[in-house]
């Protein structure tokens, strides 16, 4: 009784450190999205220089991803996501006092590197400390954390920039995700083995975690950890559902308060608000994704992917043939696509999780969010071009084609999951 309180206890303080901590990446990578509109109208970038920077930026994040999710395989994710946080903060502090274009493209990249340590160890945290049966609604609520450090970077710094200048939306949340990073040094475990407590599936009386039927005690070398992901179509199925999501997701997040700004006609202080809000959503969106897949469609979470990126779709349309005139209505669409893009953006990490094993869950995780990222990379470029030359209203049709196709590739892992 005593061991199974102390288990409650140490996942309960896992779960929470894990929202504070990822929650605070994005206090050193939304904060950019609230001063684009200032780089543009004050330092004189244009659209299609910043869109290079993001893609290019999305890209080294993509290959970080990966990169560090196998490097979280081998390390401990204690100090590996502490360290990348803290080390993103104290390049983002340093944007504040910086306005040649060159030093913040390379100095973005650079962050965007650290940035990737991120979520690979809280993916393997959160595998090792919740069952099988329970990874669905838990792992919706560890990624909140998106959508909490999206909205609250989004209102902080829609504050600073239209109070205290562009400056302060740079150096405020770096001090802030610092103290958080040093926090994250003594709050996190990696593992309840660490901690001389039985593996979760002995706790939860739960046998077997993933399709493929292994031993995930024993100790696989690099290889095996490769080929193990590698091989595995339908991780690569994945892949290209999370690449095609992020297209629209970056998209968003990233361009958000501007096209809102010269597209729908609103303030920057409105914008952000509203951007905030689609954020707030989309952790509904994660949590009903995860409630529906783990206690409705019993683990066959692809059938919700699918259905949530073709509703995507058909709010994306709505919100594009929307009057400006119905600003009200306008809004309230507009926030409701954060519903439908973060639900599959939760279940691409569970699926993936699932696909691989323990042993091979950062290297899983890593693959996946390196075509998200590519998918950033596409999204950074061709929208920075497309609006400049065509308009926003190509951008929607892009972002609308981007989450058919995502919903076909989430529905092509439906089969496998049914053998499971």
């Not at 400390?129 to 669905?136: D, I």
């Not at 901690?195 to 399709?211: A, M």
């Not at 958000?256 to 509904?284: D, R």
Request: aromatic fraction near 16%; charged fraction near 15%.
């Amino acid at each position: 009784m005593k061991e199974r309180k102390r288990y409650n206890r140490w996942r309960v303080r896992i779960l929470i450190s894990i929202i504070l901590g990822y929650a605070a990446y994005y206090l050193c990578r939304q904060n950019l999205s609230m001063v684009v509109p200032a780089f543009i109208e004050e330092l004189g970038y244009t659209k299609t220089e910043l869109g290079l920077i993001f893609s290019i930026a999305s890209i080294i994040y993509g290959i970080g991803k990966f990169v560090n999710g196998y490097l979280s395989d081998l390390s401990n994710a204690r100090y590996f996501m502490p360290i990348g946080l803290f080390c993103s903060a104290i390049i983002s502090f340093f944007f504040g006092f910086n306005e040649t274009l060159l030093i913040f493209g390379f100095g973005w990249i650079l962050n965007n590197w650290f940035q990737s340590m991120g979520w690979p160890p809280v993916a393997r945290m959160l595998t090792h400390w919740f069952a099988p049966k329970e990874l669905g609604t838990k792992w919706a609520l560890g990624a909140a954390s998106h959508q909490i450090g999206g909205a609250v970077t989004l209102i902080l710094c829609g504050y600073l920039v239209t109070h205290l200048g562009w400056q302060y939306a740079f150096w405020i949340p770096s001090i802030i995700a610092i103290i958080v990073a040093i926090a994250l040094f003594t709050l996190l475990r990696e593992s309840p083995q660490k901690l001389n407590l039985p593996n979760v599936e002995t706790y939860k009386g739960e046998i077997g975690y993933n399709i493929i039927a292994e031993d995930d005690k024993a100790n696989f070398s690099t290889r095996e950890i490769v080929q193990k992901v590698f091989t595995n179509k339908n991780i690569w199925y994945v892949c290209l559902a999370n690449m095609f999501l992020y297209i629209v997701r970056l998209g968003i997040t990233i361009w958000g308060p501007l096209f809102l700004i010269e597209y729908k006609g609103i303030s920057l202080t409105f914008a952000g608000w509203q951007v905030a809000l689609f954020e707030a959503i989309g952790l509904v969106g994660g949590l009903a994704a995860g409630l529906l897949s783990d206690r409705v469609f019993k683990g066959k979470r692809s059938v919700v992917g699918a259905f949530f990126m073709i509703a995507l779709a058909g709010f994306l349309i709505l919100f594009w043939q929307m009057p400006t005139s119905y600003e009200l209505l306008s809004s309230i669409i507009f926030i409701f696509i954060g519903f439908f893009v973060y639900g599959p953006q939760i279940l691409v990490g569970v699926v993936s999780a699932q696909f691989a094993s323990k042993k091979a869950v950062g290297t899983a995780n890593g693959l996946v969010g390196t075509f998200g990222y590519i998918g950033s990379a596409i999204s950074g470029i061709c929208i920075g071009i497309i609006s400049d030359r065509l308009g926003w209203e190509a951008v929607f049709m892009f972002f609308i084609a981007s989450s058919l196709i995502g919903g076909l590739f989430f529905y092509l892992t439906h089969k496998a999951q049914k053998q499971k």
